[in-house]
């Protein structure tokens, strides 16, 4: 069964916490993306990533930080320094950047 | 930087023929044209993706002129569950690294209604 998980479903974060949200894929993919999504709005792109152990910033990155150790997985880290961090994150991935983008199932954040 | 105009909202019937329009004129030489679909809480599902012409699959149509600054998304006979934001994708050349991304716009919210 392949394609794109992201995990928690849902995940609640206090004050000043950092929480990172999972995002594994089995398709062998090398390009993977991290996006924003406010409610009513597009997608923003915070991350993304080419080839493993490199990444780039998207047009929002202030607040969030990545790592690619491994082609299957692109974590990302919401920091306390994202002083707005409730919306609905998905992830994606892609064979070539210029190939179709294939999307998880999204993880919601919501501030406590 | 490369991006798209998409009218903010449509609405139809059930059984009608949609045809949603987006307009690109930076699109580079290079550059195919894709389109997603989202319902509220999930992630974009690839619809159909061009580059010239017309390419047609079993859930829609696309038509791209000769000049390529636009691209229309056609749904044929469209359901209650055809109901959702449409995307319009082209990409994009970073400046300061060359590395390429594809650009979401603001999408069109289509309505179908009984």
């Known amino acids: 069964d392949g394609g794109i998980t992201q995990s928690p479903k849902y995940l609640f974060r206090k004050e000043g916490q950092n929480v990172t949200l999972s995002c594994e894929q089995n398709l062998n993919h090398d390009a993977m993306y991290w996006y924003r999504q406010d409610p009513g709005q597009g997608l923003r792109l915070i991350y993304y990533?080419?080839?493993?152990?490199?990444?780039q910033k998207g047009d929002i990155a202030e607040g969030y930080s990545v790592s690619r150790e491994k082609k299957e997985s692109f974590p990302l880290t919401v920091t306390s320094a994202q002083k707005n961090p409730t919306a609905f994150y998905l992830c994606a991935s892609s064979n070539t950047p210029q190939e179709t983008q294939y999307f998880g199932p999204g993880t919601r954040l919501l501030v406590l | 930087l490369a991006k798209t105009t998409q009218p903010i909202s449509m609405d139809s019937y059930e059984g009608q023929e949609v045809n949603i329009t987006c307009s690109h004129n930076?699109?580079?030489?290079?550059?195919?044209i894709t389109w997603y679909q989202q319902f509220p809480s999930q992630g974009p599902r690839f619809i159909i993706q061009?580059?010239?012409t017309k390419v047609t699959n079993e859930v829609a149509s696309l038509f791209i002129p000769a000049d390529r600054k636009s691209s229309t998304l056609s749904l044929p006979r469209v359901s209650l569950s055809d109901t959702a934001v449409y995307y319009c994708l082209v990409g994009d050349i970073s400046k300061t690294d060359s590395s390429y991304k594809l650009i979401f716009g603001s999408g069109t919210r289509l309505l179908v209604r009984p």
């Open positions: 061009g580059y010239k």
């Open positions: 930076n699109i580079a030489t290079n550059d195919y």
């Open positions: 990533s080419q080839i493993v152990n490199d990444f």
